[in-house]
């Protein structure tokens, strides 16, 4: 995954108020936490904050007024209503330091014939992998599955170098037989009546 450039200011007043300031001018306040610093509050650009934040798991270079950090998105607050960014808390990672995210689950191919309907039970996988190797999602084949059938999360192929932190036994995807509603009491006079 490539690093994504974003520079940074260090923020000296904090509450509602100058969060709200930060925003208008087209700003989201920050921190960057980890490693046993102490936190540094920073504002982002809005706008590239936002690009950046479409890829999952996205690993920033964030320049702090001059100071390279590598980050990972930790936490993203959002409004409510518009959904714009609020608040973001970043995690500072090492090259090479082995990280705890989450990464959506894919499925691809066709379920076999018949009136089966496909579950995801866990739409996202607890992995741990390296801070610059991290993957965006991972992909599972459903091809010729009939009701009945699981996928076990440690049947999910996972990229090398990545390990899996969920429960190995935990079911991610199933497949259900369709169930075809049975008519209700009124349907069924309706239909008697309609005989007559």
Do not use: C
């Not at 090479?96 to 989450?102: A, H, I, M, Y």
């Not at 996928?151 to 369709?178: C, H, N, S």
């Not at 075809?180 to 007559?196: H, R």
């Amino acid at each position: 995954m490539a690093e994504i450039k974003i520079a940074a200011e260090i923020r000296s007043e904090f509450g509602k108020g100058a969060a709200r300031r930060t925003r208008r001018e087209n700003k989201v306040p920050a921190v960057v936490y980890g490693h046993g610093a102490e936190p540094v509050h920073i504002s982002l650009p809005g706008h590239d904050l936002m690009m950046a934040l479409k890829t999952a798991n996205a690993l920033l270079s964030v320049d702090i007024e001059g100071r390279k950090e590598l980050v990972i998105p930790k936490a993203v607050q959002r409004d409510a209503l518009k959904g714009f960014i609020k608040h973001v808390d970043l995690l500072a990672v090492k090259r090479g330091e082995k990280v705890s995210v989450e990464v959506a689950v894919h499925t691809e191919g066709e379920l076999a014939p018949g009136p089966f309907l496909l579950e995801n039970v866990l739409s996202t996988l607890t992995v741990e992998a390296e801070a610059t190797h991290i993957p965006e999602s991972v992909t599972v084949s459903v091809a010729g599955l009939e009701a009945g059938a699981s996928i076990l999360a440690k049947d999910v192929p996972l990229p090398e170098g990545t390990t899996l932190v969920t429960d190995e036994d935990a079911v991610v995807i199933q497949v259900l037989a369709a169930q075809a509603e049975e008519p209700s009491a009124e349907d069924s006079a309706d239909e008697a009546a309609a005989e007559v």
